[in-house]
C-alpha cells in the first residue's frame, strides 16, 4: 500500500527554488558587494596639505579643483615641518609644497599606497602646469609676426622645467613595500572570527553565558597574536608596536567573533549566517582597506568604518605605522561591538538544535530546551492517527471475528 508524502513534495520544489534562484542571487550580491567599491575609487573629500599661502599655492588648489571637483579636503600649512607632522598624527594623507623651480609632494605609502600613487601623479600634473604658467608669463605678446612666434619658442626653451620631488614621510615596511600583505590579512581575520563564534556557541555543550564570554576574550586573544606571529615575524608587514598591534588584531576578531556569537544566541542557528554575510560580504569590501575609506563612494566610507573589519583595518594602520594616532573612533567602534556581542552571549538564551545524545543530563544550561525534552512535552493526540479507510477496515474484521465465534 502506497501513502503519498506531501511535504516530501513541497521540500523538493523550495530546494529546486533554492538551488535555480537563492544561490545565484546570493553569488551576483557577493560578487557585486566586492566589486562595486573597487570599481568607484575616486578622491572623495581625501585630506591634503598644501604648505604656504602664496601664488603658486593658490594655484595649485585651483588646478586640483578644477581636475578633480570634491576630490580633495584642502588643509594649509605654514611650511613643510607642520605638513610632515600632520601626516604622521594622520591629519592628511599628503602635502603639496610649491616653489617656482619645483613641486615637492609629501606621502606617506603606509597610509594608503593607492593614496599615495594618486598624489605623485597629481605632482607630476601640477609640475606641468606650473611650467606652462612660466612660459606664458615670460612670453611676450602674441603677434601674427614671424619674429613674435620665434620670441615664444625662445623663451619656452630658456624656462626651466619645473621638477617633481617625492617624499615618503612614513612609508611602509621593506618587507612588504607595497603593503599587500597588510591588505590581504584582512579578509582571512574575518572568515576565522567568525569561525571562532561558530566553534564556541554551536560545539554542542551547554555552556553557561560567562564560560562563553571567557571563550571568545581568550581565543581571540591567542588567535590575535598568533596573526601577528605571522604577518611581522614572517612576512614583516607590521614593523612597530609590537603589543598595541597585536592588541588592534585582537581587538578587531573580538569585535567580528563576539557579533556573530550574539546574533547566534539571539536569533539562534540563523544567526551565524547574518554574522558571516555582515562582516564577510559587508564589511571587508567596505572597509576600504586594499585603497582607503575616502576613495569609495560616500556611503560605502560610512558603512564601512562603521563596520568592526573597517574600523579594525584603520587602527591596524595607526598602532603599527603612526604611533596610535587617529585611533580614537576606531577604538570605539570596535569596543562597542564587543560590548553588544558579549552581553548578547551572556544574557541570550536561544535555543540550539543540539544532538540530545551528546549531551549530559545534568550539564544543561537554564533556560535551555533540547528536542528530547520538546518530545516529552508533547500530548499522545499530536501522534498521526490511522485513516477513516483504515480504522474502518480494523472494525469490521473485529466484528466478523466475534460472530464467527
Known amino acids: ?21 537563492g544561490l545565484p542571487l546570493v553569488v551576483s550580491l557577493a560578487a557585486m558587494a566586492y566589486a562595486w567599491p573597487a570599481s568607484r575609487i575616486a578622491p572623495r573629500d581625501l585630506p591634503v ?40 598624527n594622520r591629519e592628511v594623507y599628503g602635502a603639496f609644497a610649491i616653489t617656482p623651480a619645483s613641486v615637492t609632494v609629501l606621502e606617506a605609502t603606509a597610509a594608503s599606497t593607492p593614496v599615495a600613487q594618486l598624489l605623485g601623479m597629481s605632482g607630476q600634473q601640477l609640475a606641468i602646469h606650473a611650467t606652462k ?31 617633481v620631488k617625492t617624499v615618503d614621510v612614513v612609508p611602509t615596511s621593506t618587507d612588504d613595500p607595497r603593503g599587500v600583505v597588510f591588505s590581504s590579512a584582512l579578509l582571512p581575520l574575518t572568515i576565522c ?10 560545539s554542542g555543550l551547554r555552556l553557561p553565558g560567562w564560560r562563553r564570554f571567557i571563550d571568545l576574550i581568550v581565543g581571540c586573544a591567542v588567535s590575535g597574536l598568533a596573526a601577528y606571529l605571522v604577518t611581522q615575524g614572517i612576512l614583516g608587514a607590521l614593523p612597530h608596536n609590537h603589543v598595541a598591534t597585536w592588541a588592534a588584531l585582537s581587538l578587531t576578531m573580538l569585535a567580528v567573533s ?11 542557528q540563523p544567526g551565524l549566517g547574518l554574522g558571516a554575510a555582515l562582516m564577510v560580504f559587508v564589511g571587508n569590501p567596505f572597509s576600504g582597506s586594499t585603497s582607503a575609506p575616502e576613495l569609495l563612494p560616500k556611503a ?38 564587543s ?3 558579549l552581553m548578547s552571549v551572556v544574557f541570550g538564551r536561544r535555543p540550539l538544535t543540539v544532538p540530545s545524545d551528546t549531551l ?11 528536542a528530547e525534552d520538546l518530545a516529552a512535552d508533547e500530548p499522545a493526540a499530536a501522534l498521526p492517527s490511522l485513516s477513516p479507510a483504515l480504522e474502518g477496515h480494523g472494525t469490521h474484521s473485529h466484528a466478523r471475528h466475534a460472530a464467527h465465534e
Open 49 to 88: 596639505g598644501i604648505v604656504g599661502t602664496s601664488t603658486a599655492s593658490q594655484n595649485v588648489v585651483e588646478s586640483l579643483t578644477r581636475s578633480k571637483p570634491g576630490g580633495f579636503d584642502f588643509h594649509l600649512y605654514p611650511d613643510q615641518a607642520s605638513a610632515r607632522s600632520a601626516i604622521k
Open 300 to 337: 560605502v566610507d560610512d558603512i564601512g568604518q562603521w563596520l568592526p573589519p573597517g574600523a579594525g583595518a584603520s587602527l591596524l594602520r595607526s598602532t603599527a605605522y603612526f604611533d596610535g594616532h587617529g585611533s580614537g573612533g576606531h577604538i570605539v567602534v570596535l569596543v562597542l561591538w
Open 258 to 268: 563576539t557579533t556573530s556569537a550574539g546574533l547566534i544566541r539571539l536569533i539562534g
Open 133 to 163: 604658467l612660466s612660459e606664458e608669463r615670460l612670453a611676450p605678446p602674441a603677434h601674427a609676426t614671424s619674429h613674435g612666434s620665434r620670441a615664444r619658442k625662445s623663451v619656452a626653451k630658456t624656462v626651466a622645467q619645473v621638477t
Open 360 to 370: 549530559e543530563q545534568g550539564a544543561r544550561e537554564p533556560g535551555d530546551t533540547s
Open 193 to 202: 572570527s567568525v569561525l571562532i563564534a561558530a566553534l564556541i556557541t554551536l
Open 339 to 341: 560590548v553588544f556581542g
Open 1 to 21: 500500500m502506497t501513502v503519498k508524502n506531501p511535504p516530501v513534495k513541497a521540500l523538493s520544489w523550495r530546494r529546486a527554488v533554492l538551488m535555480i534562484v
